[in-house]
C-alpha cells in the first residue's frame, strides 16, 4: 500500500520544510514538492500540519498480562496512536512478571497480536520485582527487552544494583531505575509540602527519591552502565544527575508532563491527583524546568498509569497511585510549554520523539527517504478540552481533566500503516 501526504510542514532535524511524502512498504519511500497522487492507495492533505516523527513514551504500564481490568495492550496502544505515539515501553509490574523467557513471551504474544504501534518491553531486575533478593538472568532476557527495571520498587539494597549494573554493562543494555527508599516512605502518599501539611495528610519526603539516585550515580560510574533514571519530581534530583553527566557519568533521566505544568498547591482531594512520585512543589518545577533548558533532563515520558475508576475514587489517602497521559502529553506540553515560550516546538520534539530512540536503541527518529514511517501529523491551531470520557485508553484519571489545551495529532503512521486518523 501507499500512502502520500501533500503540504507538511516536515521536520528535518533542524527546522521544518513543506514537503510532499510519499509512503511505500512501510518506509518513507519520496520526499518532494510536487508528487504526485497518481496510483497512490491513500493521500492526506496535510493543509500546512506538522510532520515530525512518531513520539516514543519510554514509560507506560499496559497492565497485561494480569491486570486487563485496568487496561490491556490493545487499548493502551490504542491510546498511544491516539496522542501520537509510535513506541512505547511498557514497565514490568505485570502477572506473570516477566522475570524469566517463559513468563516475558507471554507478554510479547499479546503484543504481536494485539498492538498497534510498537511496543518495547522490559524485563524486571529481581525476580518477581520485589526490588530485592534474586536478580533475573539478564543473559537470558537481553535479546527480548528492550531494558530492565523494577518499576515501582526501588532496588533497596546497593549491593543488588551494583551486580545488576554490572551484568548490564557486560551485555550492553540499559538500567531504568525507580528510585526510592522505602524505608523513608513512612506511609506518605502525596508530597511532603505546604498542601500536605495544611490538609492533614500523610507526606513523602524528597530525600525517599533523590538519595538512591545519588547511590546510582556512584555505582554507574563505577560500573560504566547505561543508567537512566524514571521519572524525577525534585530539585535535588536534577542537582544530582546534573553533577553526575558533568563527572562523565553514563545518566539519562526522564520526567513527566503533570511535573513540568502542575505543583503540590494544584491538588485536589481527588484520587485523579494522586501519583508517584507524587506533584512537588513550585521549586521543584522550576528545577525541572531548568534541567529541560540545559540539558540534564532528556526525556519526557508520560508514566501512563491506568487503574479502575473504583481505584481511583477514594480520594487522596486510599486511591491507586497513577494516572494516564498517553492522549494529553502533547497538548498539555505545547499549550503550556511551547505556546508560553518556555520551550520550543523543536525542543520538544527532541523530548518525545529523537532522544528517546537515541538512548534506548530504537528505530526511527528520522524524516528521510529510506527511513522507516513512523510518523505523526500535528495540528497546531486545532483546540481542544481534555474529555476522559473521550479516551481510547480504559484509564480515565487524570490531573488535566478539563483543561483547554491548543495541538493535537490528528495522524499517526506506523510502519507505514495508518493506526489513527483524525483529518
Sequence with gaps: MTTLIKGAFCYTGAGFTKLDILIKDGKINTLGTSISTNGVDAVFYAQD?????????????????????????????????????????????????????????????????????????????????????????????????????????????????????????????????????????????IHDGEYCRAHNHKGICSASEYEQIARDCVLAKQTGVKYHVCHISTKESVDIIRKAKADGVNVTCETGPHYLTMCDNDLQEDGRFKMNPPLRSEQDRLALLQGIADGTIDVIATDHAPHSAEEKSKGLAGSAMGVVGLETA???????????????????????????????????GVIAEGEVADLVLLDLDARWTVDPSEFASMGKATPFEGWQLQGKNVLTICGGNVVYEAL
Design 49 to 189: 500540519k506538522y510532520l515530525i516523527p512518531g513520539f516514543v513514551d519510554v514509560h507506560v504500564h499496559l497492565r497485561e498480562p494480569g491486570f486487563s481490568y485496568k487496561e490491556t495492550i490493545k487499548t493502551g496502544t490504542m491510546a498511544g496512536a491516539k496522542g501520537g505515539y509510535t513506541a512505547v515501553c511498557p514497565m514490568p509490574n505485570l502477572n506473570p512478571v516477566p522475570d524469566s523467557v517463559e513468563n516475558i513471551n507471554v507478554q510479547l504474544d499479546i503484543i504481536k497480536k494485539d498492538a498497534c504501534i510498537n511496543v518495547y518491553p522490559f524485563a524486571s531486575i529481581t525476580k518477581g520485582r520485589q526490588g530485592r533478593g534474586e536478580l533475573v538472568d539478564f543473559e537470558s532476557l537481553k535479546e527480548l527487552a528492550v531494558g530492565f527495571s523494577d518499576d515501582g520498587t526501588g532496588i533497596q539494597l546497593g549491593e543488588d544494583m551494583q551486580r545488576a549494573m554490572q551484568e548490564c554493562a557486560r551485555l550492553g543494555k540499559i538500567i531504568s531505575a525507580h528510585c526510592e527508599v522505602n524505608d523513608l516512605l513512612k506511609g506518605g502518599y
Design 330 to 364: 502533547f497538548g498539555v506540553l505545547y499549550t503550556k510549554l511551547v505556546k508560553t515560550g518556555t520551550v520550543t516546538l523543536e525542543k520538544l520534539i527532541e523530548l518525545m520523539s529523537i532522544n528517546p530512540r537515541k538512548i534506548f536503541g530504537l528505530p526511527g
